[in-house]
């Protein structure tokens, strides 16, 4: 065994078991004040983060301001942290403040309902464990065999694709513009008209495009590489990685992410066309829109299909994702493309410019400008092999993984669990 594989089992041994202690005390204490009332439980551990958090630290970026939350549960926060917005790496203050993990509560009415579905977050007794309570996210059901392979989830041999519901859900946060200091987008040529904005709204096209249709002006994205104090070279130009901000204390090897989303508002000038780009591993694909009325969608250039804009609201707010081999874009809220992109195995490598928004003609104004990417999953000891799992799973028998692959101990470990273990759908309460 690795040492790696020791941290990362000791760590899950912690956020199974410790969940069960929760679970007594918060029970005993529900019982006290609400006798009638549901359970109110603790999370404990890292497993189901972001989406659910065990006891955790909020740390603040001294460089960009990004405030980010970290695992203080098994491990001290480690005093080296790197910002995952802007990539600096700094000496955290002495204190730390932690704080108690999420509140929920289990509901078994769904299952009642509609059955055990997949993507439900629930909670169920471990397997040959002695009533204890875990909480991880349904994969796999009955009859499907589960494999992982580049990072992304098959059933029987076919891609996992999630609806957008689903995509919006698991999504993580890898950068974002309003933290004025992080300087992750940088104009393409020296003479370009992208201009910053002195206040803190991140990036403002002040000077407009004449009639050149031809030359677009483009505004790129590189992700943020580790910069520590007093580096005289900016970072190396590198890819997307699976950083996961929240296991600061974890050495791996991180992976090349493919699945990304541009999230931004766009507020046009009536004569105006914009661009935005991004890369899938294998073919560069393009929106052009055209005074806010008109979508084309364009594969290495060409064009592949276009629509109508519905509503035509200015700002516009764009949505682009490249997730699960899909090419999905929504603008208002809108979906205007669903196109079958590259699939894990036609990908060759990941861009060092994941993203970049253009201007062609006219003016435009960027605000609200984030970069997520998808849940890269990994085999039983945390690397990017191929994994199938051993059988499909039987009738009555569940696949769960938790949200945070890198540390979550699940399906994957301990293989299939059973219906009855299956206590319900959880509840997460506002944090108070
Ligand atoms: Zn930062």
Redesign the pocket.
Known sequence: MSPRSRTTSAANFFSVVCLSTALIVCALLAAFTRPSGPAILRIVGPSMAPTLLGKHAELV?P??G?DFVVDAEETAVPELVA?P??G?AYLRADEVQTHDGDRVTIDSTPFLRHGVRRFDVVAFNVPEGSGQLAVKRVIGLPGEQVAISHGELFIDGRLLVKNVRQQAELELLVHDAA?RQ?PAWHPAQQDSAWKTSDEREPWLFAAARGEDSAHVDWLEFHPAGLNFPGDARPPAPRTLLDNDAYNPALARELNPVFDSTLNLTATVSPESVVAIRGHDGNQAWQLLLERTSRATLLRDGEPVVAASLTNTNNPLRIRFAIIDGRIRITVNHQQLFDESAASPAQRRAASPIPWAIGVRQGAVRIEQLTVTRDVFYLDPSGLARPWVAERPLAAGEYFLLGDNPPVSTDSRHFGSVRRVQLRGVIQKLPTR
Request: one cysteine or more; aromatic letters at 20%; a positive charge.
């Open positions: 970026c460089r960009c990004f910002c917005n802007c600096r933290f992080a």
